[in-house]
């Protein structure tokens, strides 16, 4: 991801000079503005890594702008630039935690050189950061559990929209957790301490949803009794939380994209024109283009939308998360259902590594949960997240270990060894179980007929051989 570098200087031959110096490297993402007033705006709705302000400026200088900067977020880089440098004004800038001070003119060279140290000493506070909350058992995030690459650059997409006003699309499938994003950046924002109002828009009857969102007048339609206020004023000053906004329907992208726009709208069943202050964010399961192109969903409502778009990575493809997500919903349902499950055989996690959960994390944790109602131990069985009774559960009686060595390898190297090894005893089990017959043993392995015969193509077994008399089976 780019860094983000703000230039403020009232002297316009300087700020085209450095937003193209600062421009031409791939690597950062310039903005410029010569109007010191436009900065708190640009701050608000921007997030910025480094900010290079000049000293003396009119309406504001750059110490004010250093203060301010800094009561945001004390981790941005900030670069004091002065052709009149004195050592009081060197002083004050770098008590005030300026990262540098430098005077004016300077070459090409200096300027890069100090942008480069900034944006290593940023990366460092925030790691630093970081590292303080997980000593002190925090995390900014708590809710979303990981430490897989993908989770990283998550966690810092959310620091860096959650500080500005702009609006967000959350996009991921199903159970990838799109509302706990949401969450994370409202509680991280300025409006932390305002409403968060969630609705979900497949979930609610066509004809009410107009009057959920705005609210409606007593008589305004049948049924309407009293009075409602509506979610947007709810979410007034806070943030509105559009779930499963693929799903609205076209006239309502209509009036959405009019609250978008001018934050106004209508209560049901009144004239008057209402104004509203809210933070927008939608998430879907869609591909919200593809709708566009069958006429489904407005273009322009998309890319009101879609101004900062966070895509969550299904859980298959960040299984190093997985093992860390089963330990933080062992402890999660241990508690909440008195349970003293405090590990997993070598069965479980290596069944839970295998599996591609379409579910995603839901998918995971409801698992968890159900291995943890029914553990009658210490140690989670696989019996026990199957759910099923003992003497259909494969591998139950099963002599699968893994030995302390798997643990010395690459995590890779060593989740594609235990699936080997597992899915092998898995299947000769199950087949011999059923005497050979395939359809009986994707039946009780609840998978499809198709995909457990590649499992046994790959894993080089046989079912024939598992056979006991002549059942009838299709082997193709």
């Known amino acids: 991801m780019a860094s983000r570098i703000l230039i403020i200087d009232d002297e316009m031959d300087m700020l085209l000079l450095l937003q193209r110096i600062l421009s031409d490297r791939a690597s950062y993402e310039v903005t410029a503005t010569g109007d010191p007033a436009s900065v708190s705006e640009l701050l608000r709705t921007e997030a910025f890594d480094i900010v290079l302000t000049d000293l003396k400026m009119p309406q504001r200088d750059g110490i004010q702008i250093l203060e301010e900067v800094k009561g945001r977020d004390e981790t941005i880089a900030v ?17 005030k935690g300026a990262f540098d001070y430098i005077t004016k003119p300077f070459r090409k060279e200096r300027i890069l050189q100090v942008v480069e140290q900034a944006m290593k000493w940023r990366t460092l506070q925030q790691e630093n950061q970081f590292l303080r909350e997980k000593l002190e058992g925090k995390s900014r995030f708590p809710t979303l559990i990981g ?32 509302e706990l994003v949401a969450r994370g950046v409202h509680s991280h924002s300025p409006r932390k301490d ?15 949803i107009e009057s959920e969102l ?19 004023e709810e979410a007034h000053q806070g943030t509105l939380f559009l779930d499963e906004a693929g799903d609205l329907s076209l006239p309502m992208q209509v009036k959405l994209l009019r609250l978008l726009q001018e934050g106004e709208y209508k209560t049901v069943g009144a004239n008057a024109i209402r104004k509203v202050d809210i933070r ?41 998360d997985i093992p860390v997500l089963c330990r933080h919903f062992l402890q999660k349902y241990c508690l909440l259902h008195s349970k003293k499950v405090s590990r997993f055989s070598s069965q479980v996690m290596a069944h839970l590594l295998g599996q591609e959960w379409p579910g995603n994390v839901r998918q995971l944790e409801n698992t968890i949960e159900r291995g943890v109602i029914m553990a009658a131990g210490e140690e989670l069985q696989l019996a026990d997240i199957l759910a099923m009774a003992p003497e259909q559960v494969p591998c139950a009686t099963s002599s699968f270990e893994t030995g302390e060595e798997i643990f010395a390898l690459p995590f890779k190297e060593a989740k594609d060894r235990l699936i080997e ?17 395939v359809s009986q043993a994707a039946r009780e ?31 193709m």
């Open 79 to 95: 670069v004091l630039m002065t052709a009149y440098g004195t050592i009081e004004s060197a002083i004050e800038a770098t008590r």
């Open 147 to 178: 430490s897989s690459r993908a989770m990283k650059a998550l966690h810092l997409q959310i620091d860096r929209v959650a500080q500005t006003s702009a609006t967000v699309l959350i996009t991921g499938e199903s159970g990838t957790g799109k």
């Open 194 to 208: 305002k409403p968060f109002i969630p609705i979900n828009c497949s979930t609610i009857p066509e004809p009410m």
């Open 214 to 232: 705005f609210g409606h007048l007593r008589g305004s339609f049948t049924g309407a009794l009293r009075d409602k206020k509506g979610l947007v």
């Open 280 to 320: 927008f964010i939608a998430a879907t399961n869609q591909n919200l283009q593809d709708k566009i192109k069958k006429g489904e969903f407005r273009e322009d409502l998309f890319y009101r939308l879609n101004v900062f778009n966070i895509h969550l990575t299904p859980l298959r493809e960040r299984a190093e």
């Open 421 to 437: 090894e597992f899915e092998t005893h898995y299947l000769t089990k199950i087949l011999a179980r059923h005497s050979g017959n």
């Open 445 to 475: 392995s609840g998978v499809k007929r198709q995909y457990l015969h590649r499992l046994i193509r790959d894993n080089k077994l046989d079912s024939r051989s598992f056979k006991k008399g002549d059942p009838e089976e299709d082997l």
